[in-house]
Nanobody, 124 residues
């Protein structure tokens, strides 16, 4: 029900924008977050945006470089990534959840809808 796309091969320092679209869900009712998983690593929280769009959360590793947003009218969420580093290389997933409180936004266990990921590879 979710599809992330926009990944690709870029060089360190470049920018990239990921998009997340849906069929059958209403984004305005949900927290939408991005997670990523590098080879051999656990899936980790990257960024999230709450129902009202005013509350945004970021992992420390991406603060100041990534921006999460969503367009409820288009049922599309975005992850704008700039200043990419080789350690940002991973498969990126978008996920949706209802009823989250602030303290649970970063916990992947609270998300019930996941999209197929999109691979981002950052070369040095």
């Amino acid at each position: 029900q979710l599809q992330a796309y926009g990944g690709g091969l870029v060089q360190a320092g470049d920018s990239l924008r990921l998009s997340c679209t849906t069929s059958g869900l209403t984004f305005r009712d949900r927290t939408i977050s991005w997670f990523r998983q590098a080879p051999g690593e656990e899936r980790e929280f990257v960024a999230g945006i709450r129902v009202n769009g005013g509350n945004r959360y970021y992992a420390e590793s991406v603060k100041g470089r990534f921006t999460v947003s969503k367009d409820n009218a288009k049922n599309t969420a975005y992850l704008q990534m700039s200043g990419l580093k080789t350690e940002d290389t991973a498969v990126y997933y978008c996920a949706a959840a209802t009823g989250l409180i602030a303290s649970t936004v970063t916990d992947r266990g609270h998300y019930d809808v996941w999209g197929k990921g999109t691979l981002v590879t950052v070369s040095s």
